[in-house]
């Protein structure tokens, strides 16, 4: 449950953070994601504009080394 919470932040569902804190790594150029309905589909379209902050990807780091 703390990386949920560390992943939502103020403004985005888990999700939508965990894809944030993927393509926020170096070695990532790109991630394969899967939807199955239309309001998936709007989320993974915000989903790609998330940015995590350096506090937020130290904090997943600390929680998931």
């Not at 944030?20 to 504009?49: D, K, Y």
């Not at 937020?56 to 998931?64: F, G, M, N, T």
């Amino acid at each position: 449950e703390p990386v949920r919470t560390a992943l939502r932040g103020d403004d985005r569902t888990a999700a939508e953070g965990a894809l944030g804190f993927v393509l926020s790594q170096p070695a990532v150029t790109g991630a394969i994601v899967g939807v199955r309905n239309e309001r998936e589909a709007a989320a993974l379209g915000r989903a790609a504009t998330v940015r995590l902050t350096p506090d937020e990807l130290s904090e997943i780091d600390r929680l998931c080394p």
